[in-house]
């Protein structure tokens, strides 16, 4: 059984839809992935970044949040009112991915949880993370856990 992508639904009445796959399908078209979708208190948070890994930037998110928006019309799957938020990963980006994991190696990540950590990425290895935390290596499998980045890359990556 593995982790799903970070979605979280916090009150504010029953969601009717998927909002991870209707968010998904309203920006895969414009070369972007999605991070986090995020639904509490009367907002919806959604977190995206570009496929080519290059920055997102202000243009980028202006039109997700347009197609984002128009599928929201079109599926009307949040009752009553609610601001929708569409963001950048930002500093403590999102962790679940080997891509995303090979991307920022040798970065820190924190792995929150009763036994988490923050470490350094070492690698991949077949389906593996491999972090130093301390005079430690530590090997989680990928798709049993999330981690978010604890440290921003000088150059982005």
Not at 9 to 30: F, N, R, Y
Not at 37 to 54: N, P
Not at 62 to 91: F, K, Q, T, W
Not at 105 to 130: D, N, S
Request: with cysteine.
């Amino acid at each position: 059984m593995g982790v799903n992508p970070p979605f979280l639904c916090e009150g504010g009445g029953e969601v009717t839809v998927d909002l991870w796959q209707l968010v998904e399908e309203a920006v895969s078209p414009l070369g972007l992935d999605v991070l986090e979708v995020h639904f509490a208190r009367g907002e919806l948070l959604v977190r995206l970044e570009r496929k080519d890994e290059r920055p997102i930037t202000v243009a980028d998110l202006e039109e997700a949040s347009r197609h984002i928006e128009a599928a929201l019309d079109r599926e009307d799957p949040i009752p009553g009112s609610y601001r929708l938020l569409v963001e950048s990963p930002g500093p403590k980006r999102p962790l679940f991915t080997r891509r995303h994991f090979e991307r920022f190696q040798g970065l820190k990540a924190k792995v929150p949880g009763p036994e988490g950590f923050t470490g350094r990425i070492l690698r991949v290895e077949g389906e593996e993370v491999v972090f130093q935390v301390g005079d430690e290596e530590r090997r989680l499998r990928i798709g049993t856990f999330r981690a978010n980045l604890a440290e921003w890359p000088e150059e982005p990556r």
